[in-house]
T-cell receptor
Framework: GQNIDQPTEMTATEGAIVQINCTYQ??????LFWYQQHAGEAPTFLSY??LDGLEEKGRFSSFLSRSKGYSYLLLKELQMKDSASYLC??????????WGAGTKLIIKP | GAVVSQHPSRVICKSGTSVKIECRSL??????MFWYRQFPKQSLMLMAT?????????EQGVEKDKFLINHASLTLSTLTVTSAHPEDSSFYIC??????????????FGAGTRLSVL
């Protein structure tokens, strides 16, 4: 079967750095996405990785290792507004998006 | 760019009534739109893929007669929850891809519709 694993919940301090991991087992791979979802709202796109390596976009970076079936989202200089759920999604061989359950990130002052 | 509008944002209805949710791509033409359902503290569950001018493709376990999808134009898809019951209460979200952006399949989401069936 297809599976995406990410931690259920993480807590970090304002101003710090946090890394949210995502491991996947899918039938084929055609890209990995990270989305941010605030409570009661729709997801918003953060990043897309299809090749190995690090993609940096401001305070957010995303890393991919296809051989390990692994990705992480790195958030720097955390702000209170970063409190949200972070969803990892993988596009499989059929170009279907497989979604992880999301990681709830709690930022404390 | 790539804005998706979803309406209404919240619906409260009586059991047995039907509810229509609209999803519009405002600044691009979306040949394909997606309908998701999300229960509290759970991830997105794809219900169906809506294709302009053709029948929607439903995921396993989703009743197509219960959740009617119409994608009559390149900018509008609708989801109708027929004869809604309390167990249909959920957060429904649509998304669309913009084929012209070359964004490798990034989906842009509407704001979601919270349906509460009494």
């Amino acid at each position: 079967g297809q599976n995406i694993d990410q931690p259920t919940e993480m807590t970090a301090t304002e101003g710090a750095i946090v890394q949210i991991n995502c491991t996947y087992q899918t039938s084929g791979f055609n890209g990995l996405f990270w989305y941010q979802q605030h409570a009661g709202e729709a997801p918003t796109f953060l990043s897309y990785n299809v090749l190995d390596g690090l993609e940096e976009k401001g305070r957010f970076s995303s890393f991919l290792s296809r051989s390990k079936g692994y990705s992480y989202l790195l958030l720097k200089e955390l702000q209170m507004k970063d409190s949200a759920s972070y969803l990892c999604a993988v596009r499989d061989a059929n170009y279907q998006l497989i979604w992880g359950a999301g990681t709830k990130l709690i930022i404390k002052p | 760019g790539a804005v998706v509008s979803q309406h209404p944002s919240r619906v409260i209805c009586k059991s047995g009534t039907s509810v229509k949710i609209e999803c519009r791509s405002l600044d691009f033409q979306a040949t394909t739109m997606f309908w998701y359902r999300q229960f509290p503290k759970q991830s997105l569950m794809l219900m169906a893929t809506s294709n302009e001018g053709s029948k929607a493709t439903y995921e396993q376990g989703v009743e197509k007669d219960k959740f009617l999808i119409n994608h009559a134009s390149l900018t509008l898809s609708t989801l109708t929850v027929t004869s809604a019951h309390p167990e249909d209460s959920s957060f429904y979200i649509c998304s669309a891809r913009d084929p012209q952006r070359g964004d490798s399949g990034i989906q842009y989401f509407g704001a979601g519709t919270r349906l509460s069936v009494l």
